[in-house]
């Protein structure tokens, strides 16, 4: 075989026209991000992130973040909150979060197993966090008997779909910066809550007080890409020492950049997220017209939470996939992904009818 030999004995094993909500990750890889890592490739690049791709991701994020933000690219949502709450921590240090939190309930232990960092859940209504469920653990700082709280940690969109806005995430960056608490905010869908607001991500980020970001790009159509934005350099350092520690380092990080630089190029993330907002708003409008079904947190970004019978949703998910959400209680998860159609909504839609109907 030579080098300009293309062919592949790769079989596709799996039905493309296959659709389901059960998230955003079961969608492919844009078109727009494969092309890139097509042309990042060929002939060599430094590795380990002295590339001219990482370079210029950095340039981007500075663009959009505004100041001297700097970026690290790891490979997952997990790596990226582990090695930022690694950067605001000390040994000693603890992270309030909701107990929803991404950080909490789906990270198989990770913050705390591979960063150590003891976690402070609050309950809330919404996924959200206020100063006021911040203080039922902001406490105990000089206990020794206590894990130090040292960072407030919050998501947007949350893992409830709801939205914090700028003012509410100002409030909270005041009230940790006022505990001598830093402000991290996990982007997992960093993307669907940019185009949600319609305000640029700077202003309930860097101008809300925010000092890290987990930045993702795998749910708006990227293929293993996400990035640690630091905003407040000058609470973090070593963070490189941190992402290889944590076996978050690419040797080959062109591959990782260059699909963040493919999709903020031309808004191209904003583009995306902004679609599958829209079509859960559909799924959410059609829902609302079936007798049976309740809608159970307010439908802001791509994510569409229900309580309906349980064996309607068991019959549903062997014709759709999704996930129970609380299956004691019957609440369920629906997600809408870049590449939802309206067809597929419909799909589901009709689909849902015919269950609750038997």
């Known amino acids: 075989m030579t080098l300009s030999d293309t062919s592949s004995a790769a079989v596709r094993r799996h039905d493309p026209e296959v659709r ?14 494969l092309a890139a890592l097509a042309h990042a490739n060929g002939g060599h690049q430094t590795a380990y992130g002295d590339d001219a791709y990482t370079a210029h991701l950095g340039d981007l994020m500075r663009e959009l973040f505004g100041g001297s933000v700097e970026t690290y690219p790891v490979f997952n949502g ?4 582990v090695v930022a709450l690694q950067a605001l921590t000390d040994r000693w240090g603890a992270v309030i979060c909701a107990e929803t939190a991404h950080v909490n309930v789906d990270e198989g232990g990770a913050p705390e197993r591979v960063g150590s960092i003891k976690l402070h859940t609050v309950p809330t209504p919404d996924g959200k966090l206020t ?14 008997h206590r894990a130090m709280p040292q960072v407030v940690s919050i998501t947007q969109s949350t ?9 509410e995430i100002r409030a909270l960056a005041d009230h940790a910066h006022g505990l ?4 991290h905010l996990d982007g997992a869908r960093i993307a669907n809550a940019t185009a949600a607001l319609g305000t640029p991500v700077r202003e309930f980020t860097t101008d809300a007080g925010v000092d890290l970001v987990s930045f993702g790009g795998t749910k708006t159509g990227a293929l293993a890409a996400e990035a640690v934005v630091v905003l407040a350099p000058e609470k973090v350092r070593h963070l490189k020492h941190l992402r290889k520690l944590s076996m978050q380092l690419a040797s080959k990080m062109r591959f990782v950049s260059v699909q963040l630089e493919a999709l903020l190029a031309d808004g191209l993330w904003l583009e995306l997220a902004g679609h599958a907002n829209t079509m859960a708003q559909r799924l959410a409008a059609g829902v609302r017209e079936v007798d049976g079904v309740e809608i159970l947190y307010p439908v802001q970004a791509n994510a569409v939470f229900a309580r309906l019978p349980h064996d309607v949703s068991t019959r549903l ?10 299956e004691a ?3 369920v998860r629906w997600m809408c992904a870049f ?6 909504v419909d799909g589901f839609l009709a689909a849902l009818r015919e269950e609750i109907a038997r």
């Open 329 to 331: 209680s019957g609440h």
């Open 159 to 167: 893992e409830l779909g709801t939205l914090y806005t700028p003012d």
């Open 339 to 344: 590449d939802t159609t309206e067809a597929d």
């Open 317 to 326: 998910m062997e014709r759709y996939r999704f996930y129970f959400w609380d």
């Open 180 to 183: 001598g608490m830093s402000l």
């Open 131 to 144: 100063p006021e469920l911040v203080d039922r653990q902001a406490f105990g700082f000089d206990d020794e």
């Open 78 to 81: 997990t790596g990226a909150n």
């Open 20 to 33: 389901g909500f059960a998230s955003d990750n079961y969608a492919g890889v844009h078109p727009q991000v």
